[in-house]
């Protein structure tokens, strides 16, 4: 069997596998973006249903994020980018208008059936849009000029594995831009040890989302030579929910954690973001 047909989770052991199916079953219920449908009469995969959910998703709410694909599109031009759990695609449809070639895989198929539509209705055509999972890539070593996953690595169960899958199919100076890490000791990480933990969401938190300090994440990075590290999100940021800990969470602390000063803030960021290079 060749690499490419290689089925998602083969190379896993039964328990690992468990955990993948675990993950699988919560994320093709809820591909980020759906959760932020406030007109139930939108079509699903309409170009009304993607405009409707776009101010939500990363690259636009925030900004940083769209400059990071920016600066990494001028550098790409002509070359390969795999991203690693794409949800819905806005952040490979952003590199797709940049002119660059994508590969846009994720664990689920309804990200992947979503993802093919959206970049149908917006008129992009893929290299490849596929199931793929993180722990065990279904491609080639040296395979692309660069790696994009943002939001996902935390969230596979066994990021440092998911590390080396990336380093993996890297070619050597291909980049890694890994948007983000979850951090601790940050207020998110102490929100969610009170509580609830992702609380935009709509029901019921993802099975797993790990939180490390920042050493533990460069300790991963072993085999690359990071060119950036990022804090992010040191503001508590507004939530769509409703419910006694969302109003909690909107009127008790966020209002007075956000008069602490950037500086001292920063040190409670709960997203890392990191940029590095295979040597
Ligand atoms: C928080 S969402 C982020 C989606 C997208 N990157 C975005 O920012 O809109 C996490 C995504 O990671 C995917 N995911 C979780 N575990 C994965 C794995 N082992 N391999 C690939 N994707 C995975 C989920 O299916 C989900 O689409």
């Keep these: 069997m060749s690499e490419e047909e290689r089925s998602v989770d083969r190379g896993l052991d039964p328990g690992a596998r468990e955990m993948v199916d675990e993950i699988r079953d919560y994320w ?35 900004p940083w994020i769209m400059e990071r694909i920016d600066s990494e599109a001028r550098r790409l031009q002509g070359g390969h980018l795999l991203e690693v759990g794409c949800g819905m695609g ?15 895989t994720d ?10 539509r959206h970049f149908e209705v917006e008129g992009f055509v893929a290299e490849e849009v596929r199931e793929a999972n993180a722990l065990d890539l279904p491609f080639a070593d040296a395979s692309f000029d660069a790696v994009w996953a943002n939001g996902v690595l935390h969230a596979t169960g066994d990021t440092d594995r998911a590390i080396q899958e990336v380093h993996r199919v890297l070619k050597p100076g291909g980049r890694a831009i890994i948007s983000h890490f979850y951090r601790k000791p940050s ?18 938190d993802p099975p797993v989302n790990e939180f490390y300090t920042d050493e533990e994440i460069l300790a991963m990075f072993r085999n690359f030579r990071v060119e950036e590290v990022a804090r992010e999100h040191h ?8 419910g006694v800990k969302a109003a ?31 040597p």
């Design 28 to 62: 093709d219920a809820r591909t980020l973006g759906v959760q932020y449908v406030k007109d139930g009469s939108l079509e699903r995969g309409s170009p009304e249903y993607f405009a409707h959910i776009r101010p939500w998703m990363n690259p636009y709410k925030f």
């Design 90 to 104: 806005f952040d490979s449809l952003e590199f797709l208008k940049r002119g660059v070639r994508v590969t846009a």
């Design 248 to 278: 909690l969470y909107r009127w008790g602390f966020r209002p007075f954690y956000n008069l602490i000063p950037e500086k001292i803030a920063l040190r409670f960021a709960y997203k890392l973001s990191v940029t590095a290079v295979k």
């Design 187 to 204: 207020w998110m990480y102490t929100v969610s040890r009170l509580g609830r933990e992702n609380i935009e969401h709509s029901d019921r």
């Design 235 to 242: 503001r508590a940021l507004p939530v769509a929910k409703t």
């Design 107 to 116: 664990l689920t198929p309804a990200a992947v059936a979503t993802t093919r």
